[in-house]
């Protein structure tokens, strides 16, 4: 059983999603609402940084599905929880 933060799956989050290539920015706000930049990494490659809030993380399984659809590999992603105070 997992025991660490307290932290449910049916919580919205913040997440950045790294992935390979250049994605279309314009194609991708058709499907989800999260902000679209451009970055390097380290060997000069394009890599497209998807960051927003997702309502839980069947919302992430949904983004990262499209991603795959693609055909794009997802390189890393970041899960921030939300905090009240």
Do not use: K
């Amino acid at each position: 059983m997992y025991r660490g933060v307290d932290f449910r799956c049916s919580q919205p989050a913040y997440y950045r999603i790294y992935v390979q290539g250049a994605l279309d920015a314009r194609w991708l706000h058709e499907y989800i609402d999260m902000r679209v930049e451009f970055i390097a990494d380290a060997r000069n490659q394009v890599v497209t940084r998807l960051a927003g809030e997702l309502a839980d993380q069947s919302a992430l399984i949904g983004v990262l599905s499209l991603i795959c659809d693609l055909g794009a590999p997802v390189l890393a992603f970041e899960c921030l929880p939300y905090t009240t105070t």
